[in-house]
């Protein structure tokens, strides 16, 4: 008889993997996955409420997507970048189309990471100013701009690039002022004014910002925050860079997130759902006016890479692309997900462990609390990589067939755009048995 191969611990034994600690892991092998669903090795289904890493937008095993992908693959799969091809042109063209604003001119780079290193870049060649404003609560990526960015628990095991300063985070539900809204005035926004005040405007290159805050724990702006930042930003001549890598293409009900408040930023990043996470893809698109700078003599873009422009990549995002168009995906997630926040709000009713509800399309946090006077967390920034509740929370989620991400102390649920009612019921009803666990520890 053949041998069974154990491929988890060869994995653990050969191959590194991403924030954790190495002997704490102990994953489910994935064999295959079509639609809203994945399958392990033994064959047992789940339904995949967070979209993998929030990426897996079209679900899985999209037909259109795999023939564009053979049949790029067939003709063509890599030129060095020097070159054009019809792929990167065409998909350049579309980007500009489907983004809001006179958005117009796009590189493309492996993944959000690379996507926020290109904004950077972009953002200090064209004003010549190196600071730049982030937020603690946000995630940028793991290279050393992007984690210089980040600031949430992971920048911590990092020294990323300098220059960055931090803003306080838009955060309702545990307002870094202690105010509350709508008396507070928007504080967080304005603050923003008060740093590059103090910092001097004419040294910040840029303001960076996720329009909602993804896997520090979905946190949405209050609708003035937004469209105040882009005016403290055209006010102080300080480009706005929004970080669209997992709000982007659909996730919120809107192309992308910015349109619920009808800002359009100076520098846009996008990945995961721009091929629908089936390869690997980003991009960074400028206004008009960046684009227009670096035609003039003098003004060299200087970054690249060997995969930039990949024909193969942008092949599949063209398809990925005319998916969400075809099936009116965009439209679907608004749907579902006034359906979703609807679901999970009633969880507050039964659950003494849920805190907040918030979120916008398919985008939802259940932020989970031992106590709700004291609004006391479960996990704390310093417990993320620790075993704690939210993590039993989704255990226990997974036993019974949903697979549901957790972050510090926060729930994200948001399935994939071809979502139907019925899988949102399922994964609830999953929901409301697994934070049973949590309930058990509350106050
Ligand atoms: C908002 C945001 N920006 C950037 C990134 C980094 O993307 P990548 O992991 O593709 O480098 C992520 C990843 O989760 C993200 O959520």
Same mark, same amino acid.
């Given at each position: 008889?053949?041998?069974?191969?154990?491929? /988890?611990?060869?994995?653990?034994?050969?191959?590194?993997?991403?924030?954790?600690?190495?002997y704490a892991w102990n994953p489910l092998l994935v064999e295959e996955a079509e639609g809203s669903y994945f399958r392990d090795i033994d064959g047992n289904?789940?339904?995949?409420?967070?979209?993998?890493l929030m990426?897996?937008?079209?679900?899985?095993?999209?037909?259109? /997507?795999?023939?564009?992908?053979?049949?790029?693959?067939?003709?063509?799969?890599?030129a060095a970048p020097s070159f054009a091809t019809k792929p990167a042109a065409m998909l350049g063209e579309k980007l500009a189309e489907i983004t809001p604003g006179d958005l117009h001119k796009s590189f493309f780079s492996l993944g959000g990471a690379e996507a926020n290193e290109a904004a950077i870049k972009m953002a200090r060649f064209y004003t010549g100013r190196t600071k730049l404003i982030s937020r603690y609560r946000s995630y940028h990526g793991a290279t050393s701009g992007a984690i210089a960015l980040t600031g949430d628990p992971r920048t911590q095991y990092a020294v990323g690039m300098s220059g960055v300063v931090r803003a306080p985070d838009c955060y309702c539900y545990r307002c870094p002022f202690g105010l509350e809204y709508p008396d507070c005035g928007v504080n967080c926004a304005e603050y923003v004014d008060e740093i590059i005040e103090m910092e001097?405007?004419?040294?910040?290159?840029?303001?960076?910002v996720e329009p909602i805050v993804g896997s520090n724990g979905i946190l949405v702006p209050p609708d003035e925050y937004m469209p105040r930042l882009r005016e403290i930003c055209d006010d102080r001549g300080v480009l706005l860079i929004v970080d669209e890598v997992m709000t982007g293409f659909g996730r919120t009900g809107r192309w992308f997130c910015v349109e619920h408040w009808d800002v359009?930023?100076?520098?846009m990043s996008m990945a995961k759902g721009l091929t629908g996470a089936f390869i690997p893809l980003g991009a960074t698109i400028a206004r008009k006016k960046i684009a227009d700078f670096f035609e003039q003599e003098g003004n060299l873009f200087c970054h690249g890479h060997t995969y930039s422009m990949h024909p193969l990549c942008c092949a599949v995002a063209i398809a990925a692309i005319q998916e969400y168009i075809d099936n009116d995906l965009i439209?679907?997630?608004?749907?579902?997900?006034?359906?979703?926040?609807?679901?999970?709000?009633?969880?507050?009713?039964?659950?003494?462990?849920?805190?907040d509800v918030r979120g916008k399309g398919l985008f939802w946090g259940v932020e989970l609390v031992r106590d709700r006077e004291t609004k006391e967390p479960f996990v704390t920034r310093r417990e993320k990589f620790l075993p704690n509740t939210l993590k039993r929370v989704s255990a226990a989620a997974m036993e019974r067939g949903v697979y /549901?991400?957790?972050?510090?102390?926060?729930?994200?649920?948001?399935?994939?755009?071809?979502v139907d009612e019925e899988q949102i019921d399922e994964g609830v009803q999953v929901l409301d048995e697994a934070l049973k666990v949590a309930d058990a520890e509350c106050a």
């Open positions: 008889m053949k041998k069974k191969v154990d491929y /988890v611990a060869v994995e653990r034994e050969y191959v590194f993997g991403t924030w954790r600690y190495e289904r789940y339904l995949d409420f967070s979209s993998q990426c897996s937008n079209l679900g899985h095993r999209s037909r259109r /997507v795999i023939d564009a992908l053979s049949e790029q693959a067939g003709r063509l799969c890599y001097g405007e004419h040294s910040v290159a840029g303001v960076v359009v930023p100076d520098i439209e679907n997630a608004r749907r579902m997900g006034d359906v979703l926040g609807r679901r999970l709000t009633d969880l507050k009713e039964d659950h003494a462990s849920v805190g /549901v991400v957790n972050t510090i102390n926060t729930l994200i649920v948001a399935p994939p755009l071809i």
